[in-house]
T-cell receptor, first 113, second 117 residues
Framework: DQQVKQNSPSLSVQEGRISILNCDYT??????FLWYKKYPAEGPTFLIS?????DKNEDGRFTVFLNKSAKHLSLHIVPSQPGDSAVYFC????????????FGQGTTLQVKP | DAGVIQSPRHEVTEMGQEVTLRCKPI?????LFWYRQTMMRGLELLIY????????DSGMPEDRFSAKMPNASFSTLKIQPSEPRDSAVYFC???????????????FGPGTRLTVL
């Protein structure tokens, strides 16, 4: 039933190393994908997005990769910093239904100093 | 800009009581969303409004849940009667339209943590 899945509930990485967060989806009609970041006691905030016409989008230390054939996307954070410790949600939407985002369960990232 | 405002931030109530959560979207945003976050299911979209009109309420769990948006600056999510399984964090988000049919960035409020005893 979950159309967007984040199979790793948590990830621990050393400061300065790469963090890779993964997300899989089942709905082939999804054509826009987003990552949100959430700190405790705050709402999620938008981080980075990618449309299905691309396979990579980069913004500073954050890069999102999209593999449409595998229905898989990943978020790379390089280098990881302790301030990146948060819950990361991936989300997806269909063309023509841009108001409706389907979120995954989230992955808790801990970056150790 | 104050961002999306939600009240209360915390609510503790007893089973069977009515609960009303409130949201003020960012001024100028014409879409408003209600989400529920649980450990098991992550962030679930409950309902969203466009120009104060409900567009999709397929995520509303059951008839005990209802949402209204009487004007562009205010929305409520009501649970009546509440049950322990409704305990979760409820988020409100808003967005403004963009060109090209690209998904609009949603801005989330801080959430309301609901505990039903």
């Amino acid at each position: 039933d979950q159309q967007v899945k984040q199979n790793s509930p948590s990830l621990s990485v050393q400061e300065g190393r790469i963090s890779i967060l993964n997300c899989d989806y089942t709905n082939s009609m999804f054509d826009y994908f987003l990552w949100y970041k959430k700190y405790p006691a705050e709402g999620p905030t938008f981080l980075i997005s990618i449309s299905s016409i691309k396979d990579k989008n980069e913004d500073g230390r954050f890069t999102v990769f999209l593999n449409k054939s595998a229905k898989h996307l990943s978020l790379h954070i390089v280098p990881s910093q302790p301030g990146d410790s948060a819950v990361y949600f991936c989300a997806a939407s269909e063309w023509g239904n841009t108001g409706k985002l389907i979120f995954g369960q989230g992955t808790t990232l801990q970056v150790k100093p | 800009d104050a961002g999306v405002i939600q009240s209360p931030r915390h609510e503790v109530t007893e089973m069977g009581q009515e609960v009303t959560l409130r949201c003020k979207p960012i001024s100028g945003h014409n879409s408003l969303f209600w989400y529920r976050q649980t450990m098991m299911r992550g962030l679930e979209l409950l309902i969203y409004f466009n120009n104060n009109v409900p567009i999709d309420d397929s995520g509303m769990p059951e008839d005990r849940f209802s949402a209204k948006m009487p004007n562009a600056s205010f929305s409520t999510l009501k649970i009546q009667p509440s049950e322990p399984r409704d305990s979760a964090v409820y988020f409100c988000a808003s967005s403004s339209p963009s060109a090209g049919g690209i998904s609009d960035t949603q801005y989330f409020g801080p959430g309301t943590r609901l505990t039903v005893l």
